[in-house]
T-cell receptor, first 115, second 113 residues
Framework: NAGVMQNPRHLVRRRGQEARLRCSPM?????VYWYRQLPEEGLKFMVY????????ESGMPKERFSAEFPKEGPSILRIQQVVRGDSAAYFC?????????????FGPGTRLTVL | GQQLNQSPQSMFIQEGEDVSMNCTSS?????WLWYKQEPGEGPVLLIA?????ELTSNGRLTAQFGITRKDSFLNISASIPSDVGIYFC?????????????FGKGTRLHILP
């Protein structure tokens, strides 16, 4: 059973370009979470999605950031018109249908560098 | 908003020593989690705690869920070189479809040769 997969692992963009980060959850997992980690910091929640639904986007900036988890295919975190402050590691986690004893498993992350 | 204070920020220890780190919160959680992160990787779950007062072990690691539900600690006994990494505590509330995890800032463990 493959773990959570993220690609690309490293992404370099110039200011003003778009960044697309992909996350394939573990097999059988229908919940996806995106987190951002700045250097020397813990992970900060951005958005929680189920298939075709955004459940909680309270941690996501209102502008330039969007996320989707379509019926088929990976979850996508999209950052438009990137700025230097968007440079960070972005982690995706997945969990099965919500239960009291299951928790989230993390992917290896995408490290975004904005030049 | 909810905040977690994790201490210490860094630890420099000799191989074979025991390690203790803790986490306190301004509000209660019903799940406490401890993760380890190595360079260039995502966090890996070490121990999950679901009940106040629960004490759980995973090999040389032991973690406890505080009675007040606002704190947790992690102990590592007889440290070895592969224990090096960043240890994150995290709290999760798990109610009303709110499953997001709140992370501490991490304890960076260094082992001196």
């Amino acid at each position: 059973n493959a773990g959570v997969m993220q690609n690309p692992r490293h992404l370099v963009r110039r200011r003003g370009q778009e960044a697309r980060l992909r996350c394939s959850p573990m097999k059988g997992h229908s919940h996806v979470y995106w987190y951002r980690q700045l250097p020397e910091e813990g992970l900060k929640f951005m958005v929680y999605l189920q298939k075709e639904n955004i459940i909680d986007e309270s941690g996501m900036p209102k502008e330039r950031f969007s996320a989707e988890f379509p019926k088929e295919g990976p979850s996508i975190l999209r950052i438009q018109q990137v700025v230097r402050g968007d440079s960070a590691a972005y982690f995706c986690a997945s969990s099965p249908v919500a239960s009291s004893t299951d928790t989230q498993y993390f992917g290896p992350g995408t490290r975004l560098t904005v030049l | 908003g909810q905040q977690l204070n994790q201490s210490p920020q860094s630890m420099f220890i000799q191989e074979g020593e025991d390690v203790s780190m803790n986490c306190t919160s301004s509000s209660i959680f019903n799940t406490w989690l401890w993760y380890k992160q190595e360079p260039g990787e995502g966090p890996v779950l070490l121990i999950a705690l679901y009940k106040a007062g629960e004490l759980t072990s995973n090999g040389r690691l032991t973690a406890q869920f505080g009675i007040t539900r606002k704190d947790s600690f992690l102990n590592i006994s007889a440290s070895i070189p592969s224990d090096v990494g960043i240890y994150f505590c995290a709290g999760q509330l798990r109610m009303n479809r709110d499953d997001k995890i709140i992370f501490g800032k991490g304890t960076r463990l260094h082992i001196l040769p």
